[in-house]
């Protein structure tokens, strides 16, 4: 039986189990972790407890795991989990881990992280890259902070969800990491969708032109997989403009309080707030090049 089928005298908690978090769940259990699990969302809860994992019913029945998996929407709930009225802070033992996967603001990881070491516990970020397919298929990127040893001893519990585990640096490096990556992901989501707006004015296919392009030194997941969606016209989410803004502005404070220059993620932003005020919240994020389509003529302006 290989680690990733046996079984582990590691206990894990896991709160937040949304779009990401049931399949990373899963991939625990699957790995042989006892798990115990918690979220607002009952039907969530129901379908993790069905594949093995146990209901510990509130945040402090999480608690007393050796590690514990946070994977939640934004930073105000991080926050809440931890240090909230019964939060994780004041229940988890000396000498156990947090290990924050949600994607949030690495000025307050470093502050969480600080707080909690005062109480003796470990804290890793170590937010992801790779979607939903990523988290289901356990191939996830997984881009950690915090020291070395702590990830050491945690490498099998991540190494259950992800393939990619890189060690970025101290506490708030893995976060710092995942908001350039989406700095640079927005960028080319823009990118392929000018280009191929200026090739359909242009009277050319845009199909052959992305095809040409993927040949060369245009070459990106962004023009694969985002291409793909403005040829099929299919702008449903994946991974929904509303989660895209957020990281961009964690992108943009980040910026901001280093002194870091990001002028073009500032325009793309501003053109996510257009998608989001005209109802269009909840479609993917390359929905971009909708936008552009509209900008350009090329198709009748959104919602009123
Ligand atoms: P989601 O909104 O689908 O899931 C979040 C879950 O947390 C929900 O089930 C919610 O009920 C639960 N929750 C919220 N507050 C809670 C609380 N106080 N106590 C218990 N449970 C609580 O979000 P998601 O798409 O799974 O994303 C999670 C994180 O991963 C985000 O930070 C997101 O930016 C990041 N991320 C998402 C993707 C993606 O493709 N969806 C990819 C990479 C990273």
């Known amino acids: ?77 991080v926050e809440t989990v931890l240090f909230g009225p019964d939060g994780l802070a004041g229940a988890m033992r000396s000498g156990s881990v947090l ?49 070395e040893e702590v990830l050491e001893r945690c490498r099998p519990v991540l190494a259950a969800m992800g393939t990619t585990i890189s060690h970025i640096g101290e506490s708030g490096a893995g976060q710092v990491c995942k908001v350039c990556n989406q700095v640079a992901v927005a960028i080319n989501i823009q990118a392929v969708a000018e280009s191929l707006t200026l090739a359909r004015k242009s009277g050319v296919d845009p199909a052959k032109v992305r095809a040409a392009l993927l040949g060369g030194f245009a070459r990106s997941t962004a023009l694969d997989l985002h291409g793909q969606r403005v040829l099929d016209d299919n702008f449903a ?32 932003q501003e053109l996510y707030g257009v998608l989001a005020a005209t109802g269009r919240i909840g479609l993917d994020n390359s929905s971009l090049a909708l936008l552009l389509e509209e900008m350009a003529g090329l198709r009748p302006g959104g919602p009123a």
């Open 237 to 268: 989410a994946g991974f929904r403009v509303a989660l895209q803004r957020k990281d961009l502005k964690l992108a943009l404070e980040t910026g901001s309080a280093t002194g870091a220059p990001l002028p073009a993620t500032a325009l793309i």
């Open 1 to 77: 039986m290989t680690q990733a089928e046996g079984s582990h005298d590691t206990q894990i908690g896991f709160i937040g189990l949304g779009v990401m978090g049931r399949w990373m769940a899963a991939n625990l259990i699957k790995a042989g972790f006892r798990l115990v699990v918690h979220d607002l969302n009952r039907a969530a809860v129901d379908e993790v407890t069905g594949k093995g994992g146990v209901d510990g019913g509130s945040i402090a029945g999480v608690a007393a795991a050796d590690i514990v998996v946070t994977m939640l929407p934004d930073t105000p709930d």
């Open 99 to 147: 290990i924050d996967m949600s994607s949030i603001s690495p000025i307050a990881t470093r502050r969480f992280a600080a707080d909690l070491a005062e109480r003796g516990i470990a804290m890793l970020d170590a937010p992801v890259s790779g979607g939903f397919q990523g988290a289901q298929n356990g191939t996830l990127s997984i881009m950690v902070g915090g020291a």
